[in-house]
Nanobody
């Protein structure tokens, strides 16, 4: 059974930094597009940052220049370095692995980690 486990969330003051990590088991990250999503209370889950199989990153406009996604295929790990955090970044952050193969979509999610930005 595939497992994605996030860690690194917590409480931070505005302007501070956090680093989220997602470790996968029973999955090969190198053949998946990986992403971070977040869900504000009561809202839909939204994409924050993604990184393709080939290592190309993409970012939501609201985090561009502040967040950096990275991937280590050798350890089946992706990370999200979050700098200059703002109160509106408060959300539960989820790790996602996605692959389209033979006409089917395969998606796996972690359990989420809470990030709270508050003074």
């Amino acid at each position: 059974q595939v497992q994605l486990v996030e860690s690194g969330g917590g409480l931070v003051q505005p302007g501070g930094s956090l680093r989220l990590t997602c470790v996968g088991s029973r999955i090969i990250f190198s053949i998946y597009d990986m992403a971070w999503y977040r869900q504000h209370s009561g809202n839909l889950r939204e994409p924050v940052a993604s990184i393709t199989q080939g290592g190309t990153p993409n970012y939501a406009g609201s985090v561009k220049g502040r967040f950096t996604i990275s991937k280590d295929n050798a350890t089946n790990t992706i990370s999200l370095q979050m700098n200059d955090l703002k109160p509106e970044d408060t959300a539960v952050y989820f790790c996602n692995a996605h692959r389209t193969w033979r006409g089917g979509d395969y998606d796996y999610w972690g359990q989420g980690t809470q990030v709270t930005v508050s003074s």
